[in-house]
T-cell receptor, first 113, second 112 residues
Framework: RKEVEQDPGPFNVPEGATVAFNCTYS??????FFWYRQDCRKEPKLLMS???SGNEDGRFTAQLNRASQYISLLIRDSKLSDSATYLC??????????????FGAGTQVVVTP | NAGVTQTPKFRVLKTGQSMTLLCAQD?????MYWYRQDPGMGLRLIHY???????AKGEVPDGYNVSRLKKQNFLLGLESAAPSQTSVYFC???????????FGSGTRLTVV
């Protein structure tokens, strides 16, 4: 089982619509959560951190459900420029004081005119 | 701000050849990482470094070596390239192990 699982999509979204997708993680001891965005053939870039109480950044809303071990990302009023692959990222602190980010394979979002 | 710079951007190798990928960061980050990205598999950690002079193995270290002689540079070496090492390689750096990683623009490597 993958440590971080995402629906690969694509999610085809009309411009102006809302799209939401989830990511599940396997280790209940995971401590921090993030969404990264990756444009085609480009490097990943941090989109937002995900806090326990949920948080918004403009048109983007992230939620964390520790009981069910998933995080979600919602995009409102989708823009053509939102077309990208969204990577779910989970941080787990290991016992040797080293922690690592675990990346999901990504969910592709395609916003259409 | 250059951020993280990777060279080269593209490379084609023949099986058995060697090469070194260079990563340079100008943000004074302690932590540096090498990842590979393959379709449907997400980013997988090859090696990482928690400071100048240190290196450690990640999830998929076999066939790769690294060095961090200077804080700003992290080199990834392939001693004898194999077709299975065809991938996109990303270098990243950060202040600490969690949080915001800054990635380089990637190296697209094909081994034939």
């Amino acid at each position: 089982r993958k440590e971080v699982e995402q629906d690969p999509g694509p999610f085809n979204v009309p411009e102006g619509a809302t799209v939401a997708f989830n990511c599940t993680y396997s280790n209940s001891a995971s401590q921090s959560f993030f969404w990264y965005r990756q444009d085609c053939r480009k490097e990943p870039k941090l989109l937002m951190s995900v806090y326990s109480s949920g948080n918004e950044d403009g048109r983007f809303t992230a939620q964390l459900n520790r009981a069910s071990q998933y995080i979600s990302l919602l995009i409102r009023d989708s823009k053509l420029s939102d077309s990208a692959t969204y990577l779910c990222v989970v941080f787990l602190l290991k016992t040797d004081s080293w922690g690592k980010l675990q990346f999901g394979a990504g969910t592709q979002v395609v916003v259409t005119p | 701000n250059a951020g993280v710079t990777q060279t080269p951007k593209f490379r084609v190798l023949k099986t058995g050849q060697s090469m070194t990928l260079l990563c340079a960061q100008d943000m004074n980050h302690e932590y540096m990482y090498w990842y590979r990205q393959d379709p449907g598999m997400g980013l997988r950690l090859i090696h990482y470094s928690v400071g100048e002079g240190t290196t450690a193995k990640g999830e998929v270290p076999d066939g790769y070596n690294v060095s961090r002689l200077k804080k700003q540079n992290f080199l990834l070496g392939l001693e004898s390239a194999a077709p299975s090492q065809t991938s996109v390689y990303f270098c990243a750096s950060s202040w600490g192990p969690a949080g915001s990683y800054t990635f380089g623009s990637g190296t697209r490597l094909t081994v034939v």
